[in-house]
């Protein structure tokens, strides 16, 4: 049987990479799936090919997030996956000494503010029936200290801990409102392509990239995808507050060399 049958889903940030995937993943399942991007050429592309609804959503705007309660004032799961590194539109520096404020705030208002503003509307849009599951996408990043992106790793830092933060509230109120939080590493999506190339030294970069994961590669989309199905659906309805680290085994530390 289906595991998101008859469940409204939104997902931010759903047009590419790990988003898509999700919003893919929540439809073979079953879900009516709202796909959000603030690319609506490559949302509503998406959208049609997934055969989902398209909703366009810029997550720092208050007032959009106000235009998606009002279309869908009630909902079953939402996917807080929309996020920036910040070297999408500067390329730094962004190391604690020399990070412009500028720089700071441009990452935070995506990936914190946006993801505050995400959780209220999924609180108010789910306290009705008094259950339901937010998913918010932090990252390893979130875990250990990034010195050349510490604005990012600020942020998805701030994730972890606003998404406990969110579970305990929901319990205080006798709501079965679950929030957690995902902490994927090197997951293999087309941010990575500029540094990879499609040249014959391909995998042997891949390789190099992923050298210090015990596993030796790098994650899927499918991999978070399915990670996603399963703390959307009711297999986990007894887990929230939780991180969940999707990482190859980084965190566990150093892989013993045999022999």
């Known amino acids: 049987m289906a595991k998101l049958k008859d469940k409204l889903c939104v997902v931010t940030g759903g047009a590419s990479g790990i988003g898509r995937g999700t919003?893919?993943?929540?439809?073979?399942?079953?879900?009516?799936?709202?796909?959000?991007?603030?690319?609506?050429?490559?949302?509503?592309?998406?959208?049609?090919?997934?055969?989902?609804?398209?909703?366009?959503?810029?997550?720092r705007d208050e007032a959009q997030w106000d235009r998606l309660a009002d279309a869908h004032p009630q909902i079953?799961?939402?996917?807080?996956?929309?996020?920036?590194?910040?070297?999408?539109?500067?390329?730094?520096?962004?190391?604690?000494?020399?990070?412009?404020?500028?720089?700071?705030?441009?990452?935070?208002?995506?990936?914190?503010?946006?993801?505050?503003?995400?959780?209220r509307y999924a609180l108010r849009a789910m306290k009705a029936k008094a259950s339901g599951s937010i998913i918010n996408m932090s990252s390893r990043s979130g875990l250990v200290g990034i010195p050349g992106a510490a604005a990012y790793a600020a942020s998805k830092a701030a994730i972890r801990n606003h998404s406990k933060s969110v579970a305990l509230y929901a319990a205080q109120n006798g709501w079965q409102i679950r929030c957690n939080s995902i902490?994927?590493?090197?997951?293999?999506?087309?941010?990575?392509?500029?540094?990879?190339?499609?040249?014959?030294?391909?995998?042997?970069?891949?390789?190099?990239?992923?050298?210090?994961?015990?596993?030796?590669?790098?994650?899927?989309?499918?991999?978070?995808?399915?990670?996603?199905?399963?703390?959307?659906?009711?297999d986990s309805a007894y887990m929230t507050g939780s991180e969940l680290t999707l990482d190859g085994g980084l965190l566990a530390g150093s892989a013993a060399s045999p022999g």
């Open 23 to 59: 919003c893919d993943a929540f439809a073979r399942e079953g879900a009516r799936v709202i796909l959000t991007d603030i690319d609506e050429a490559e949302g509503r592309k998406a959208a049609k090919e997934i055969g989902c609804e398209f909703f366009a959503l810029d997550v």
């Open 76 to 119: 079953d799961v939402l996917f807080n996956n929309a996020g920036v590194t910040g070297f999408e539109s500067s390329p730094g520096p962004h190391d604690p000494e020399n990070c412009s404020l500028d720089d700071w705030h441009a990452v935070h208002a995506v990936n914190t503010d946006g993801v505050f503003l995400g959780c």
């Open 183 to 234: 902490h994927p590493a090197a997951i293999l999506t087309p941010i990575w392509e500029p540094m990879i190339g499609d040249g014959p030294d391909r995998e042997e970069k891949m390789a190099a990239l992923v050298a210090d994961t015990p596993l030796k590669r790098f994650g899927t989309i499918e991999e978070v995808a399915q990670l996603c199905v399963f703390v959307a659906c009711d």
